[in-house]
């Protein structure tokens, strides 16, 4: 937690310096497009469904996590 603290810390004077390259109207486009990107997403938890995740090979050697081992 002190560790994310300081890099916090460190990392906000470069971007402090970043903002004058971004001026508001190009800070609230890209803001309006990930938030549309995200209209999907939310649609599907609101929902209730999701994709399911594709189905993987296992690699030979590899136990369920479902199987004991008794």
């Not at 890099?7 to 609230?28: E, N, T, W």
């Not at 469904?49 to 008794?70: F, I, M, N, Y």
Request: net charge positive.
């Amino acid at each position: 937690m002190l560790a994310a603290g300081v890099f916090g810390l460190l990392i906000a004077y470069p971007f402090a310096k970043a903002v004058r390259f971004f001026p508001p109207l190009v800070s609230g486009v890209v803001i309006t497009v990930v938030g549309l990107a995200l209209i999907g997403v939310g649609v599907n938890l609101v929902s209730g469904t999701t994709r399911r995740p594709p189905v993987t090979r296992r690699l030979r050697g590899s136990r369920s996590p479902r199987s004991s081992s008794s």
